[in-house]
């Protein structure tokens, strides 16, 4: 009962800090989210490099709130596999090519 409490507890002060995001609307294309991006290069670039940036634009019809950057360690797993996989399916084309 004590750590469904602990956790209940943590879990209410990670998202007490979160700020709601502002709506993705013409007045606001073209703006930062996290709000301080805006304000202070630094932090543009903090949030740049972490992968956590997203910008306000226009996407077909509909304004939307868009990553600009991706972190590379969320790339890894899934990079190597897609990449292994292409290189296995074309050598084994070439092998049949050469076969014939």
């Keep these: 009962m ?13 998202f007490a800090r979160q700020e709601p995001k502002p709506a993705c609307n013409a ?3 073209g703006r930062f ?14 949030f740049y490099q972490s992968g956590e940036l997203e ?3 226009l996407d077909g019809w509909k304004y939307r709130w868009k990553r600009i950057s991706v972190h590379v360690r ?9 990449t292994s996989e292409s290189r296995f ?4 084309e ?3 090519e050469a076969g014939r």
Excluded: H, I
């Design 2 to 14: 004590k750590y469904m409490v602990l956790f209940t507890l943590l879990g209410a002060m990670c």
């Design 27 to 29: 007045k606001s294309q």
């Design 33 to 46: 989210w996290p709000e301080e991006a805006n304000a202070d290069r630094q932090a543009t670039r903090r």
């Design 55 to 57: 910008m306000c634009s």
């Design 74 to 82: 969320d790339l890894g797993k899934q990079r190597r596999a897609e």
């Design 89 to 92: 399916a074309a050598s084994t």
């Design 94 to 96: 070439k092998g049949a």
